[in-house]
């Protein structure tokens, strides 16, 4: 459980609206992480979210948690689609049963099953704040820690089910060309799986 200690703001980092005031933050100023989208080290992987404005600290970090999870998804699956492009592209016209947003969809759904068990706050920083009006809202910044094999994992059991499919496809045709474009569609998946995810 994270415990927080009280640190009076002197410097409000930024006024999201005129009138408003920060009139409580876990630090005097907002950490470095705060401003970062996705932090890399090792085989571990970290997304920052931040909450919408809440009337309580609990749903403030619920929220920015959901938040977490639902950049994680995009993130990941919007380099997987263009990877998958990419193959698609070079291996050729043979190669149309391949949907790249199809394939992205699978892999967002494979993802967002792992991410509900591994995916765990790293660091929290929290704010309150009042508005125009008086009224006192929250707000939470979070950094999630991530097993990059968790990304490595939802590609896999995507590319397994595909070349699946493509050696189906491959075992009913009889056309030499159509049987060699099938072969190269799933060798390039299967390098694609011996690499894993690749944040950079």
């Excluded at 959901?66 to 993130?75: C, G, L, N, S, W």
């Excluded at 949907?99 to 993802?111: K, V």
């Excluded at 049987?179 to 894993?196: C, I, R, S, W, Y």
Aim: hydrophobic share 35%.
């Amino acid at each position: 459980l994270f415990s927080i200690a009280a640190c009076k703001n002197e410097a409000p980092p930024e006024t999201p609206n005129p009138g408003e005031k920060l009139i409580w933050s876990t630090q005097k100023q907002r950490p470095q992480w705060t401003y970062t989208e996705v932090e890399t080290k090792g085989d571990r992987v970290a997304f920052m979210a931040t909450s919408d404005k809440f009337s309580t600290e609990k749903y403030a970090r619920d929220d920015a948690e959901q938040a977490a999870r639902k950049k994680a998804v995009q993130y990941s699956s919007t380099k997987v689609k263009s990877l998958v492009k990419n193959v698609v592209d070079q291996v050729g016209k043979g190669s149309q049963t391949i949907d790249p947003e199809r394939f992205q969809r699978e892999y967002e759904s494979q993802l967002s099953e792992g991410l509900i068990s591994q995916m765990k706050p790293k660091s929290w920083y929290l704010e309150k704040w009042q508005d125009a009006q008086g009224a006192i809202y929250w707000k939470a910044f979070v950094l999630t820690d991530l097993p990059k094999s968790v990304l490595d994992e939802s590609l896999a059991r995507v590319i397994r089910v595909e070349n699946a499919k493509l050696q189906a496809q491959k075992d009913k045709e009889s056309d030499a060309n159509s049987k060699a474009v099938l072969d190269a569609m799933m060798k390039a998946f299967d390098d694609m799986e011996k690499k894993g995810f690749l944040l950079d």
